[in-house]
């Protein structure tokens, strides 16, 4: 005789209380409230000197303060554009952009052989030689200040762009974030390439390197903004105002009007341009080289 046995019955889910919204609702509203708080604090400040570069002197130095423009005018870019000004932010724009680029590009093709060796190669002293280079990492800028100058005075490249492209090239930290990634590459992507009959030089530049798109694309963006937003050093090597970087040139532009707010937030809105278009394009990459770089040791 079959024996009918009862289902048992499910726990009925506790319903909210009255007037209490639910739970993954609060902590939603919360992760939106975050995130836009956090947007308005980064994102703040550029809209504000872009509104602010198309006021009115008068209305930008107005109590209090307006928000939007009462009068939109493009005077305060008129006299940045020009190349033949007293003030030639155009001409530092396209010295920062020409110097940052060349720096990006060096970085890449002198820290990327080096991580290579120490991540991939096996050779007497390599962990020796991976913590001097990491050790410098620990040595403040300033210390490398007058040593740099010395030798850029030796090799006559004082006042040219090769004082803002070589220096800091060979910099630890590209070879130490590179070498993090490369480490965690699987073994077998150079295993297949060796029995395929590839020399090393051939499975670093046709194996390892396109698949190291994410790292390579964030140190680029890193090298790029800490040579476009370099302050200290182009005042020490350049000396002619027509070979200036925006940084650089800009503080004589903030000495030239004191108090023309349009002029300087203008200026500074010009500078924060180009930063903006390159995160634009390569955030994706920056997020999934610093993710995976992070991981291994």
Avoid: C
Avoid at 4 to 17: S, Y
Avoid at 182 to 193: C, I, S, T, V, W
């Amino acid at each position: 005789m079959a024996v009918l046995t009862r289902p048992e019955q499910e726990a009925p889910t506790p319903a909210p209380a009255a007037g209490r919204p639910p739970r993954s609702l609060v902590r939603s509203a919360v992760f939106w409230t975050f995130l836009l708080v956090l947007t308005l604090v980064f994102v703040g400040p550029i809209v504000w000197m872009l509104l602010t570069s198309i006021k009115t002197n008068p209305e930008a130095t107005s109590v209090p303060p307006t928000i939007l423009p009462e009068d939109p005018t493009g005077a305060a870019y008129d006299g940045l554009m020009r190349l033949d000004g007293s003030y030639p932010v155009l001409r530092w724009f396209l010295n920062s952009l020409l110097a940052a680029t060349l720096h990006m590009l060096l970085v890449l093709a002198v820290a990327s052989p080096a991580a290579y060796a120490l991540a991939r190669l096996q050779f007497k002293l390599r962990g020796l030689f991976f913590v001097v280079i990491v050790s410098t990492l620990f040595v403040p800028g300033f210390v490398f200040l007058l040593p740099n100058y010395i030798i850029i005075d030796k090799l006559g490249w004082l006042d040219t762009i090769w004082a803002l492209v070589v220096p800091g090239a060979a910099g630890a930290f590209g070879v130490f974030f590179l070498r993090q990634f490369f480490a965690m590459l699987p073994g077998e992507l150079e295993e297949a390439a060796l029995i395929d009959g590839a020399n090393q030089w051939q499975i670093f530049t046709r194996v390892v390197l396109p698949n190291s798109k994410p790292a390579l694309a964030t140190l680029a963006v890193l090298s790029f903004l800490t040579n476009w937003n370099d302050f200290i050093w182009p005042i020490y090597v350049l000396f002619s105002p027509e070979r200036l970087t925006l940084p650089a040139g800009l503080r004589l532009l903030q000495g030239a009007y004191t108090t023309d707010y349009p002029v300087i937030m203008a200026g500074a809105f010009v500078a924060s341009v180009p930063v903006l278009v390159l995160f634009l394009f390569t955030q994706r990459y920056v997020i999934e080289g610093v993710s995976r770089s992070g991981l291994k040791g």
